[in-house]
């Protein structure tokens, strides 16, 4: 079977300097000639990054991502911030990371009242904005952790994965992803490869001798096995600042900083093929969806005045002939647009096929009733219907690089959405 390679992302400054047109452009053509698919923003729920952003982004042929990486609004400001994701969503984006490091206790501010735990919190928050995000057509996806954390990561997301299915958020369950830090914490890239079932004796703030934790870049390995022991499989996770030392971490040694990274993007070009426990390597699964890298860490790192050259050799020379990731099929589109329509064992309903006349006569797409068929488009436009389509399938789309839209029911909401 084909290898698949791990999508690379970049984590974008923060610092409103690098948003200038010059620097956006020098660096935006720099992360598509790393072989950069993503380019992640870091968000807050106060102000919008600007539309022409993320017109650049694409243009440059990179896909927006966007970690909101401060508390999660209370329930009140929903209305508010459900605007925000809905005008993301129309602007290109497809993941939105909801929250940074909820198991760490300043991650929650004293302007809010906190009556539960530190899980009981980050759900409150989270809930809403995921079932929206699931809703208008956005992939939601867990908080980085922090590795260890005030409250046990691998703990933590097992209790809020446990109040999902309480709360019986099948649907969301389906569409969401994790995320990890891929803190190296000056660790070998090896360490904690295999997760839990590999170690069976590391325990909550112990590791005994010969045994080894998730606290390394193999953190989201550990992740995936909680959400299989929780959920029957294994969830798809988004790698963060990949191949960083760590907070807390003594920075000197670019060097080794340099080496990691080369190693983490070879990796990524080799994909899923890297699965020798005994060697030094990044051994990724196929729910990997990205490995990202952080700009502004990685500057940090770097002791050269010429950043961009430094950075070059990192990531251009690591592109060898025999390290470029093969043509993964289902990410060679075929059709610019494929219109997904349910199919009964009666046949082709005649109501559907009405109430999207006016999109088949405007947009001219492709016409048919297959998810693998659908795959193979650059923009899938589905007409729902749950029992034909599941949110599972419907998540299969976006993993695949599709640009997805979900139509409302009602043929007069058709014709509106036509209109705007």
Known sequence: MENKAIKIGFTYFSSKEYFLENQLDTWLQSLQKWNGTYVIFTADFDTLIPEDVFAKVRNFGLEPMLHFNTELPSARRFNDVALILDLYQKWGTKYVILGDQPNVKKSFSSSRSHKGTLVDDYLEGFMSLANHAVKIGLIPVIAPLAPGGDFWDCSFLELVLEGL??????????????????????KPLSWGKGGPEYW?????YITPDGQQDQIGFNNFEWL???????????????????GSPGPKINQAGGLKVDETLRKIVQACHHGDNLTDRATDQPAFNEFVVACSISLEELLGLIADSDSLKALDQIFVQSQSSQSQPKANPVNQKVFDHYLLLPSYTSGVSDVVLNKVRPLIKKFRPTLGFSIEEALHAAKVTVFPDPNIFTAEQINKLRVAGCDVEILPQAGIEIATLLQD
């Open 165 to 186: 299915k309480q709360k019986r958020m099948t649907d969301l369950l389906d569409a969401m992803v994790l995320s990890s830090y891929g803190f190296t914490f000056s």
């Open 200 to 204: 069976p004796g590391s325990k909550p």
């Open 224 to 242: 995936q096995a909680v959400s299989l022991r929780r959920l029957g499989k294994k969830l798809p996770v988004i790698i963060l600042n990949a």
